[in-house]
């Protein structure tokens, strides 16, 4: 149980006990299981005649889970694995009926927590070997890559594969191109990356890395310009897209090291300002790195999990604030990034306040941290430096402390965040239990402003009004500012609602060696009495002072203040 709930929320579920070294990453963070999609221990032990004492054997993957991947536009997540069948999932409360497929949905008045159906959308068969990757195209076309040595395209529409591709040996990752989806990158054990032309059905360009070599992971960047390519000797591989010609490697391991540990993915961090790319590595090693694409040079390195023997794969959020790992010992590790995106660096010399709004849930943390760093006179320090220097302390501070909990019973072989727009069918829907507890405000001066004005009509990172209180923020204290912002805001109705994008209700799909799939979900509900009573007050200042006995009032009063637009 959360150690902030002393009794079950309205999906009654009982929250995951976070494991941190950080207090306040313990406190913030409530995840809870919202849906299981397959057999659980029990059923796998009578299936296989397996007795419960043997535990040597329960070790040894039994129809695992390798791969899971959600469609860009959030109706749909493929797994696939050890039995050589690829499942697609269907999200829930998905308005009409799409792709020929014709499911019985959950009416909108019905309250839950689940993010799926409880059976497969579809289920596509014909590889005859594990199934290692998955890759979506903006399309909703699916590829798959397996030992079988070939890879597989399909349809959402469609129950039959399309075509096959044909490789000379285990085709360990594959990937469409993020620009056009007439192309995709595979990867082989024979140590060639190729770049596939679909309508052609051929290989249009090729290019080798070291003969002895194999490739574990390939990945484009996210304009389609470079590709690059993972081996099982910690090398990093970098080609121009064109013609698929070298450009530059790099070795991906410790300074101790002789050599370097198997690649087992590599990923673009999303939201990045332009030519500050940077890619995360996964390797071998219990390690993920984060590197920076224009010097190649590493940022940071990520670890606390267990990686050491499978192809486990570090997961991002599609807004790029949290990474993901499994880990061999069944559990979940999350970070976050604490990078900036654009809109924080562009507001900085313009107003704190409003830098830290663009900063989403992190300037709420920036926000908590420095309010508590007064002056003997109880007045804030000077804000001029403010964002910079809490920045700096509180990045330095989360970067090592990670969070875990205990997923499964075994090794995490796959894990995936929802993206975007599966956030927002549930949360248009009106049926969501968490979304529907969310509280989220709006600024009333935007609302009322005449059309031409340039101010968004939406309270995000870009409100204007927030431009004001740097210059009182030096002579009030938190408490007062908290409320001079409330009385601004009031509580949004569901228009409103429909373009908020809930940054901090993230939605996890997870899978172990024994195929076992669950979903996990942050709760960023308010549960308390006053938040969902027939009688709740539309003024966001008389809902802040109703908060006042909650162990974490910034996280409630200040929900859907800060979060990216």
């Known amino acids: 149980m959360h150690p ?22 313990r406190k913030s963070t409530r ?12 059923e796998i032990q009578a299936a296989y005649d397996i007795p419960y004492t043997e535990k040597s054997k329960l070790k040894e993957p039994v129809h695992a889970i390798w791969a899971i991947q959600f469609s860009l536009d959030g109706r749909y997540m493929a797994t696939g694995g050890q039995d050589c069948i690829i499942c697609i999932w269907k999200t829930l409360r998905v308005p009409e009926k799409v792709d020929n497929i014709d499911m019985q949905d959950l009416f909108p008045q019905i309250p839950s927590i689940k993010v799926f159906h409880d059976t497969p959308a579809r289920t596509y068969t014909g590889h005859l070997a594990d199934i290692l990757d998955l890759s979506w195209s903006k399309h909703n076309f699916l590829l798959s890559s397996s030992m079988d040595s070939t890879v597989r395209l399909w349809h959402i529409s469609q129950e039959a594969c399309l075509c096959v591709f044909n490789h000379p040996d285990v085709v360990t990752s594959v990937e469409f191109h993020p620009k056009n989806d007439r192309y995709f990158l595979s990867g082989s054990m024979d140590g060639r990356i190729r770049l596939w032309s679909i309508p052609d059905k051929k290989v249009i360009f090729w290019n080798e890395i070291n003969s002895r070599d194999m490739i574990t992971a390939v990945a484009f960047s996210l304009d389609g310009r470079t590709a690059c390519a993972g081996s099982d000797e910690g090398d990093v ?20 090291a002789k050599r370097g540990r198997k690649v087992t993915s590599i990923e673009f961090l999303p939201c990045m300002i332009f030519n500050s790319e940077k890619i995360l590595v996964t390797t071998n090693d219990s390690t993920l790195w984060l590197i920076n694409m224009k010097d190649k040079s590493y940022v940071y390195h990520y670890g606390g999990h267990d990686n050491s023997v499978m192809q486990i794969r570090a997961a991002l959020g599609d807004d790029g604030n949290y990474i993901m790992c499994g880990s061999e010992d069944g559990s979940i590790h999350l970070w976050k990034t604490d990078l900036l995106s654009r809109p924080s660096f562009q507001y900085l010399e313009e107003s704190p306040i409003r830098a830290a709004v663009a900063l989403g849930q992190r300037g709420e943390q920036i926000l908590q941290v420095s309010c508590q760093d007064v002056q003997p006179k109880g007045k804030i320090k000077c804000a001029a430096c403010w964002i910079k220097r809490k920045e700096r302390r509180i990045s330095q ?11 499964h019973q075994h090794a995490v072989s796959a894990t995936s965040f929802a993206p975007l727009q599966t956030r927002m069918i549930l949360a248009r829907s009106r049926g969501d239990i968490i979304f529907e507890h969310t509280p989220v405000y709006v600024n009333k001066k935007q609302l009322d402003a005449p059309a031409d004005d340039n101010a968004s009509t939406y309270s995000g990172s870009t409100a204007s009004s927030y431009d004001s209180y740097s210059e009182i923020y030096n002579q009030i204290d938190i408490d007062f500012l908290r409320q001079s912002i409330m009385e601004e805001l009031k509580e949004a109705n569901d228009e409103e609602r429909d373009y908020f994008h809930f940054p901090d209700s993230q939605i996890i799909a997870s899978s172990d060696i024994h195929g076992v799939i669950k979903v996990w979900r942050m709760d960023s509900g308010d549960y308390t009495d006053s ?22 009032p910034h996280r409630i009063s200040l929900k859907g203040l800060f979060r990216h637009k």
């Open 4 to 25: 902030d709930t002393h009794s079950l929320p309205p999906h009654e579920q009982s929250y995951v006990k976070i494991h941190s070294a950080s207090k306040l990453q």
């Open 237 to 256: 591989f970098f080609f121009e897209t064109q013609l698929l010609k070298y450009n530059t490697h790099i070795v991906v391991k410790r300074r101790s």
């Open 31 to 42: 995840i809870v299981l919202a849906q299981a999609l397959s057999v659980d221990l029990d």
């Open 531 to 552: 938040h969902h009573s027939d009688q709740l007050s539309t003024n966001p200042s008389e809902h802040a002072s109703n908060q006042t006995d909650d162990p974490s």
């Open 397 to 407: 501070k989360m970067k090592r402390k990670s969070q875990h909990f205990m997923a």
